[in-house]
């Protein structure tokens, strides 16, 4: 996983972030889409092939924490979506394979932070073999979730339902509490298999 700092189109390259902020923006199109799509079957291609597709989609970074009978856990995610407002749902994807599988589709209770920019480190605490809480700040919700103060926005949420599909679960969450930080903050967002600092201005 390589951790950069550059454009997506359509966002803005914060310009405290990179060297490169001096490039006109939106950059040129320099593809003819047509002329290098491909069409391939994910049964028969490589799985890189389909996770180059799938990264095309941008998403925000999050951080899912829990709190187990072994400790407080947590875990860098990028699969968090909006599902409902009515009653408010959220929803996100562990992996079978990961060592906090069980523990997240256990859980009665988790929180979803969105990180902001300036929180790359806290998002690379949380994928294997970080840091996790170690020297961090936390707060405990009444839950007794784990907290990381000062996050661009967070979703306290009640496990709503935990479906099994393919190799990942689905975690669905009823929303009973949200916190967001100010207007016009700055977010980390994970596009094209890398993690971007960004602003939206
Ligand atoms: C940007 C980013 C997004 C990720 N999104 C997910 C995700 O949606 N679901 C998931 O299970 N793991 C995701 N991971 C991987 C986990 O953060 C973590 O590395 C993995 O669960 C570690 O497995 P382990 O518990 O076996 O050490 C993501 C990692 C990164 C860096």
Redesign the pocket.
């Known amino acids: ?1 390589r951790l950069v700092a550059g454009p997506v189109i359509g966002l803005r390259l914060h310009p405290e972030m990179s060297s490169a902020s001096n490039t006109p923006f939106p950059p040129a199109a320099k593809l003819d889409r047509l002329a290098d799509a491909i069409t391939f079957l994910p049964a028969t291609t490589e799985a890189k092939v389909l996770r180059d597709a799938l990264g095309r989609f941008a998403t925000g ?1 999050t951080v899912i924490t829990t709190a187990g009978p072994h400790g407080h856990q947590g ?6 979506a909006s599902v409902s407002l009515e009653p408010p749902l959220v929803m ?4 079978r ?5 069980g523990l997240f589709t256990g859980a009665r209770h988790w929180s979803v932070h969105v990180l902001g920019v300036e929180q790359l480190e806290v ?2 605490r ?5 840091g996790g809480f170690d020297g961090l700040r936390i707060e405990l919700t009444p839950e007794g979730i784990p907290v990381l103060p000062g996050t661009s926005a967070r979703f306290d949420c009640a496990t709503y339902a935990c479906h099994e599909a393919g190799d ?1 679960s689905v975690m669905i969450g009823q929303v009973l509490r949200a916190t967001t930080g100010g207007p016009g903050d700055h977010l980390l967002v ?1 596009a094209a298999v890398e ?1 971007r600092q960004l602003s939206a201005g």
């Open positions: 996983m970074v875990m860098t995610v990028n699969s968090f996100w994807c562990p992996a394979a990961s060592t906090r599988h998002s690379q949380f994928t294997r073999g970080g990942h994970f993690i």
